[in-house]
Nanobody, 121 residues
């Protein structure tokens, strides 16, 4: 089965940095968009950043200039470098990827289980 596994979450002080990683594995033919969403306490899940297989990126306004998304296609991994972290960045961060399955040859979205990022002031 296809799965996404996040890592790198933790506790950090405001102004600090963390790097999240998400590795895809399973019956993968190819991976198109990869990205990160987050869900803060009492809030809806929101887009943080997306990177296409062509390298184009899109960021939420709230993280522009502070976060950088990147991918390593050989490792089937997407990263989120988070700098200048703020308490309002505290959330569970979820990895997603648009993946073409080897068997079906159709793309569908897959989601990780999430990793918690807590930013203290």
């Amino acid at each position: 089965q296809v799965q996404l596994v996040e890592s790198g979450g933790g506790l950090v002080q405001a102004g600090g940095s963390l790097r999240l990683s998400c590795a895809a594995s399973g019956s993968i033919d190819s991976i198109n968009d990869m990205g990160w969403y987050r869900q803060a306490p009492g809030a809806q899940r929101e887009l943080v950043a997306i990177v296409t297989n062509g390298g184009s990126t899109n960021y939420a306004d709230s993280v522009k200039g502070r976060f950088t998304i990147s991918r390593d296609n050989a490792k089937k991994t997407v990263y989120l470098q988070m700098n200048s972290l703020k308490p309002e960045d505290t959330a569970v961060y979820y990895c997603y990827a648009g993946i073409v399955d080897i068997r079906t040859k159709y793309e569908r979205n897959y989601w990780g289980k999430g990793t918690l990022v807590t930013v203290s002031s």
